[in-house]
């Protein structure tokens, strides 16, 4: 268990370092230098690997109790299929793609199940406990987190994704020369968890694998079960991996939008100078 949260955390601080890569020796020495980007995936995928190891001799139970951010992956053998899909969310990002493919068939992605499925950070108002900070009403006087204009024009008309996720306001905040009417409106409380992965996320990661190694037809089915769940219509077979690639982003940004990986994705691809 320590072990794939170890392995959730370090991901994120590599998300964040990317080419700088991060700290994996933890011996207390300030000057031990940082591991290469290459060498900081070896260590997520290691402690991945050994968690998974150890989940599958572990019985039947845990010997201590999860929260609720976990109902459905509370026992080491329903755990594993949360580690895998870390494993999974790691190797796209590594671009080892037939990695990815065999940790999502082990993982908890369905294309029948809710794209809600999955595990997350839970908040309440109890003693000692945390609100979601990213959560403020989007009709506030002063918001502090708004959609960028493009997220409207982009968005497919009856796109749920869009209209669950957004709420255009009368007054237009501008920061940083940025203009926009659009608050966000992803967490409808204080106390709504926050994502750490969704079955959503997988089904996508899933199209993005098989585009890179250019299993175009697959990755249009799972690009399609994603735009049904959010009320849209089908995309046809795609040209080429670009243009496959292109439309995986558009979905990623729309059924991912404020749970942090835009950024990180078009970044991946070399697209940062498109936002």
């Known amino acids: 268990f320590a072990k794939t949260l170890m392995a959730y955390q370090l991901l994120l601080n590599l998300n964040l370092e990317d080419a700088n890569g991060i700290k994996t020796d933890f011996s207390g020495g300030t000057d ?4 290469t980007k290459a060498q900081s995936f070896t260590f997520i995928n290691t402690l991945l690997d050994d968690a998974n190891t150890a989940l599958g001799t572990a019985g039947s139970t ?46 908890f992605l369905s294309t029948s199940a809710s794209m809600n499925l999955g595990v997350f ?4 108002t109890a003693s000692n406990d945390l609100l979601n900070t990213i ?20 968005a497919e008309v009856g796109d749920t994704r869009y209209t669950g996720k957004v709420v255009v306001t009368a007054d237009s ?10 608050s966000v409106n992803v967490f409808k409380t204080a106390t709504d968890p926050f994502p750490v992965i969704r079955n959503e996320e997988l089904i996508l990661l899933r199209a993005e694998a098989n585009i890179g190694l250019g299993n175009l037809g697959p990755a249009q089915a799972d690009i399609n079960v994603v735009r049904a769940a959010a009320g849209l ?12 690639l292109t439309q995986l982003l558009h979905e990623k940004q729309y059924s991912l939008f404020c749970e942090g990986y835009r950024w990180i994705d078009m970044r991946h691809y070399g697209k940062l ?3």
Do not use: C, M, W
Not at 233 to 244: E, I, K, L, S, Y
């Open 173 to 182: 905040a501008l920061f940083n020369g940025l203009q926009t009417n659009l």
């Open 121 to 124: 950070f839970v908040y309440s």
């Open 32 to 35: 031990v230098p940082f591991a």
């Open 233 to 244: 219509g089908t995309v046809g077979a795609f040209a080429n991996a670009a243009a496959a």
């Open 62 to 107: 845990f010997p201590f109790k999860l929260t609720s951010g976990f109902s459905g992956f509370d026992t080491p053998s329903n755990f594993i299929k949360f580690n895998r899909a870390l494993k999974a969310r790691a190797a796209v990002y590594n671009d080892d793609f037939t990695t990815a493919l065999t940790a999502l068939g082990s993982s």
């Open 273 to 275: 100078a498109s936002l």
């Open 135 to 154: 959560y403020e009403s989007p009709t506030a006087s002063f918001v502090k987190f708004r959609a960028h204009k493009s997220f409207k024009t982009s």
